[in-house]
């Protein structure tokens, strides 16, 4: 089903979505964040993707995991200079952190809770509206290319 076969109020919402590019806030996932110089290794150890040559600005999809391997939350992390950005399904994240915590021993790994809002920018033309009001070049990006941005750089 495409937007344009939706009730006349919802298709004008979803429009854009088809036919330009978007901005859409995501329901307030949790979030957290990896810092320290052992960050890959620790969390390379108990997530189902391959962090290893995750460069700064990429990303990847997988599920953090128990000892014994049982799947507890499905986790987008990012890459940044100094960190892994770990964004969570809503509610998982306090669990989450008490759970990679205990792992920790002589690693080099603090974890924090950032405060963030999380913005998707979709569409066809979603190259090009990041390019214009974000400073980014999607043409070639990864599906998991990301970056900071602020409320001014969309206003």
Known sequence: MSALDLP?????DLHPLETTAAVVRLDDPDSLRLV????????NGRI????A??????????FLTARKGQ?????RVLATDDALELTLPAGQGAAMREHLGTY??????????PSRATFLVIGPDAPAFAAAHLGVDLAD????AHGPATGADVG
């Open 48 to 51: 189902t993707c391959d962090l």
């Open 8 to 12: 006349a109020p919802l298709r004008d």
């Open 36 to 43: 320290g110089a052992d960050r890959i290794a620790y969390l």
């Open 53 to 62: 040559a995750l460069a700064a600005g990429a990303g990847r999809l997988g």
């Open 71 to 75: 799947v507890l939350a499905s986790a």
């Open 141 to 144: 990006a990864d599906p998991y």
């Open 104 to 113: 920790i021993v002589t690693e080099d790994v603090r974890i924090e809770t």
